[in-house]
């Protein structure tokens, strides 16, 4: 039986994703089929290509400590916020020159063509230039030129990709949605602490106080008004998609209280996704086991 995970999108929240799949296997339950959008893309590859959830863990955790932040650094330009040399930098010594064939199981990455509005899914070629694709939030990242394309965020068209484990024969598919809708909250002039100031909270700085933004406790800026308007269109797609691809289980995480660029608290966002697994793990468990069971009969 093939069993499939759908990996969504959501920025810092998506490392929950690492959570849920930790609990998975402790459970017996290993895909073999994986799609990812956006952040789900960047784990689900780095999944694949290491092989090991832990070490996919320690790498992330990593994050708390390294120096991410120049990766992610602002540069603004006509095209996009964040360098886009430094963000090719970042996944090429993440991936190297891995590819879609160097994997041990399938993998698909879904883009989006912001010129002819249709969804790109990569299962093939470069890991690095599909990943890079699938994350580039509109504004945030410059679009991805492909061929004739520009191509952006994966999540603006399918932010968690149950359809394409389907198409590919997938006979149990679980869902892992990240995407909870951030309440915007008055701001306030809170000061960073030592470690905060080395880490991406000087980046979320930049894009909640800095850019474009009025005195605290008044309306939200420009930044935080597209990402909150972003999260709410991606909530309600997320309902409309799931209810017509229906996967067998889905595990939604609720992530309210954290920020689309808080890298630097990996470790609470993924036990945040190992509460909420093992929260579902026996209906899931119960559930795949059935379906085990039918695909047995039916050979």
């Known amino acids: 039986m093939k069993t499939g995970i759908a990996l969504g999108g959501g920025g810092a929240k998506g490392l929950a994703h690492i959570g849920v799949i930790k609990v998975l296997e402790e459970h017996g339950i290993f895909p073999q089929l ?7 893309a960047l784990i689900g590859a780095l ?3 290491r092989g090991d959830i832990h070490a996919v863990e320690t790498y992330a ?5 390294s120096n991410l932040y120049p990766y992610l650094a602002p540069r603004p330009s006509s095209s996009g916020l964040i360098s886009e040399k430094r963000i090719q930098t970042f996944l090429k010594d993440i991936f190297g020159d891995s590819r879609f064939e160097d994997l041990p199981l399938p993998f698909f990455c879904p883009a989006t063509d912001i010129r002819r509005g249709r969804e790109v899914i990569f ?10 694709a699938s994350i580039s939030i509109p504004v945030i990242f410059k679009p991805v030129r ?16 149950v359809d394409v484990l389907k198409r590919n024969d997938s006979n149990f598919t679980i869902a892992v949605n990240v995407i909870t809708q951030r309440p915007l909250r008055p701001r306030r002039k809170n000061k960073a602490n030592a470690k905060e100031k080395l880490l991406l909270a000087r980046l979320d700085d930049f894009f909640s106080r800095r850019l474009i933004s009025g005195r605290p406790d008044e309306e939200p800026n420009l930044i935080e008004s597209f990402l909150a308007t972003l999260e709410i269109m991606q909530e309600k797609l997320i309902a409309a998609r799931l209810q017509n691809d229906a996967p067998d289980a ?4 609720d992530t309210q209280d954290f920020k689309l660029f808080e890298f630097y608290r990996p470790a609470a966002i993924i036990r945040r996704g190992e509460q909420t697994a093992r929260r579902e793990i026996k209906t899931i468990l119960g559930r795949w086991q059935q379906r085990q069971a039918q695909e047995k009969n039916r050979g």
Do not use: K, M
């Open 34 to 40: 994986v799609s990812g959008t956006s952040i789900g």
């Open 47 to 49: 999944y694949l290509l």
């Open 61 to 65: 955790l990593g994050f708390e400590n």
């Open 123 to 132: 299962a093939r070629g470069s890991l690095q230039q599909a990943v890079r």
């Open 146 to 161: 492909w061929h004739q394309c520009y191509l952006v965020d994966g999540g603006l068209i399918n932010p968690v990709p």
């Open 250 to 253: 889905v595990i939604h995480v």
